[in-house]
């Protein structure tokens, strides 16, 4: 931060205020502290039959690989609305929320992804502005490689093991940052 929000000075710095145990930017001139907190990623999991709804990204980050439709939820929403809305405007599909599927915190980037398995009320869907195109996959034809974030690969393999074990549940994880491989230890793997 460079300015303060609430009395437009710019000697903004970085202190833990009385009370607190977390560095946090207060602005000296007026006393406001501004918090930042993470992001919330809200999606579905959009059944119908056997198959999932994906969408194949129009837009960075990882243009051109295939996710759950999802992004941020809005002041003023309900994670529930943000989810529906999400799945709307990637993939003009309409759905019928179910339960809260799965929490992923991402503490590295500061966000919380909430995935909810939804049902498609029809198939009358196809891609939105953010999606190059939107199609259903079975099991077996889900493009385990070419999916766009870890987030997603976690809810579809919690998914289909549940469906195979004949019971959902919610799950909650975390993913740290993935480390690169060096290249010398990858030579001698």
């Not at 980050?61 to 999400?86: D, H, K, Q, S, V």
Request: glycine fraction near 6%; include cysteine.
């Amino acid at each position: 931060m460079k300015f303060c929000s609430a009395c437009g000075s710019g000697a903004i710095a970085l202190r833990i205020p009385a009370g607190d145990s977390l560095p946090r930017y207060v602005c000296p001139a007026c006393g406001d502290i501004h918090y930042q907190n993470p992001k919330i990623v809200v999606g579905c999991l959009p059944e119908w039959e056997e198959q999932v709804l994906l969408c194949r990204r129009a837009i960075e980050p990882r243009r051109g690989l295939w996710t759950l439709p999802a992004g941020f939820l809005e002041n003023g929403e309900t994670i529930e609305a943000g989810a529906a809305r999400e799945t709307l405007e990637e993939a003009s599909a309409r759905v019928a929320m179910g339960e809260l599927y799965t929490v992923i915190s991402l503490p590295y980037i500061n966000q919380v992804y909430m995935m909810f398995r939804a049902h498609l009320v029809d198939l009358d869907f196809g891609p939105g502005p953010e999606s190059l195109e939107v199609r259903l996959f079975t099991e077996d034809e889900i493009p385990w490689e070419d999916l766009a974030f870890r987030t997603i690969t976690r809810t579809l393999r919690n998914f289909f093991l549940d469906r195979k074990l004949g019971i959902f549940r919610a799950h909650v994880s975390a993913l740290e940052r993935r480390l690169p491989i060096k290249p010398e230890l990858s030579a001698a793997a």
